[in-house]
T-cell receptor, first 113, second 113 residues
Framework: NAGVTQTPKFQVLKTGQSMTLQCAQD?????MYWYRQDPGMGLRLIYY???????DKGEVPNGYNVSRLNKREFSLRLESAAPSQTSVYFC????????????FGPGTRLTVL | GNSVTQMEGPVTLSEEAFLTINCTYT??????LFWYVQYPGEGLQLLLK?????DKGSNKGFEATYRKETTSFHLEKGSVQVSDSAVYFC????????????FGTGTKLQVIP
């Protein structure tokens, strides 16, 4: 099993550009999450999707949008990138009903100039 | 709200030394507690977990005991190896709603030969 996959692995944007980070899981999990990781701040939740067809804001949603395309895929979009969005982004999934363990993708390192 | 506090790093140890990484938490109710590990260039992966008071989680020689009276979940290993070099995150899940997970800021461990 591939688990949780993310694309791209690295991306450099200029301020104001837009992009979409892709995430897919093959574990048939209901719930999916987007986090950002910044030095000294741990992981902060951006958005989550408890189940297919639903999405909700986390701690730091400003400047982001998400789409739960189907049960497997959960994308994160930056409409107008800002330098403050320079970070490492992680997607995660979980089988909410049976376990509270989250499974993480390898991350996307984004730099906004 | 929920919070997780873990010791500042980096922690540098010689191979075969004893490891302790402290973690304390604040939460309402009875959360599940986790240690996740992040190896260089990778996403987080579950190291161990405990779901109720006095439970001991263990994996790969690492152990942590859920101490409700001291609200702690300290990570220990009797003899570290160079391959244990990574960032370790303490986390809790309040098992409510969408299974919100709160992460600590992470502790970097470097093991030198």
């Amino acid at each position: 099993n591939a688990g949780v996959t993310q694309t791209p692995k690295f991306q450099v944007l200029k301020t104001g550009q837009s992009m979409t980070l892709q995430c897919a899981q093959d574990m048939n999990h209901n719930s999916m999450y987007w986090y950002r990781q910044d030095p000294g701040m741990g992981l902060r939740l951006i958005y989550y999707s408890a189940s297919e067809g639903t999405t909700d804001k986390g701690e730091v949603p400003n400047g982001y949008n998400v789409s739960r395309l189907n049960k497997r895929e959960f994308s994160l979009r930056l409409e107008s990138a800002a330098p403050s969005q320079t970070s490492v982004y992680f997607c995660a999934s979980s089988d909410q009903l049976n376990s509270d363990t989250q499974y993480f993708g390898p991350g996307t390192r984004l730099t906004v100039l | 709200g929920n919070s997780v506090t873990q010791m500042e790093g980096p922690v540098t140890l010689s191979e075969e030394a004893f490891l302790t990484i402290n973690c304390t938490y604040t939460a309402t109710g009875y959360p599940s507690l986790f240690w996740y590990v992040q190896y260089p260039g990778e996403g987080l992966q579950l190291l161990l977990k405990a779901t109720k008071a006095d439970d001991k989680g263990s994996n790969k020689g690492f152990e942590a005991t859920y101490r409700k009276e001291t609200t702690s979940f300290h990570l220990e290993k009797g003899s570290v190896q160079v391959s244990d070099s990574a960032v370790y995150f303490c986390a809790l899940s309040d098992r409510g709603g969408y299974q919100k997970v709160t992460f600590g800021t992470g502790t970097k461990l470097q093991v030198i030969p």
